[in-house]
Nanobody
Framework: QVQLVESGGGLVQAGGSLRLSCATL???????????MAWYRQAPGEQRELVAS????????KYADSVKGRFTILRGSARNTVYLQMNSLKVEDTSIYYC?????????WGQGTQVTVSS
């Protein structure tokens, strides 16, 4: 069973920055392939939405329109790690952020980390 551990959430003023991190709790065996990594978010009463994703084979990234130009998804040098650099944060970015890995065609989720942006 693969466990993902997130960190980096917190309270920040509008216009500020935060960097979220997500890594597997243990090293991934070389027989398992991380196909893609992504960050989602879910605000109270809302559906979970894709924020950003990266395909590991090509490095192709995708972003929600609402975060383009402000957020960057990065894969760490430790290949089981992914980051979400969030700049120019807005109040509407307030949400619980979840990381997601697709490993050998299976979906794995982190426990979520709260990001709160104050005005």
């Amino acid at each position: 069973q693969v466990q993902l551990v997130e960190s980096g959430g917190g309270l920040v003023q509008a216009g500020g920055s935060l960097r979220l991190s997500c890594a597997t709790l243990r090293s991934i065996s070389s027989i398992f392939r991380i196909n893609a990594m992504a960050w989602y978010r879910q605000a109270p009463g809302e559906q979970r939405e894709l924020v950003a994703s990266i395909t590991t084979s090509s490095g192709t990234t995708k972003y929600a329109d609402s975060v383009k130009g402000r957020f960057t998804i990065l894969r760490g040098s430790a290949r089981n790690t992914v980051y979400l650099q969030m700049n120019s944060l807005k109040v509407e970015d307030t949400s619980i952020y979840y990381c997601n890995f697709i490993i050998s065609s299976n979906n794995y989720w982190g426990q979520g980390t709260q990001v709160t942006v104050s005005s």
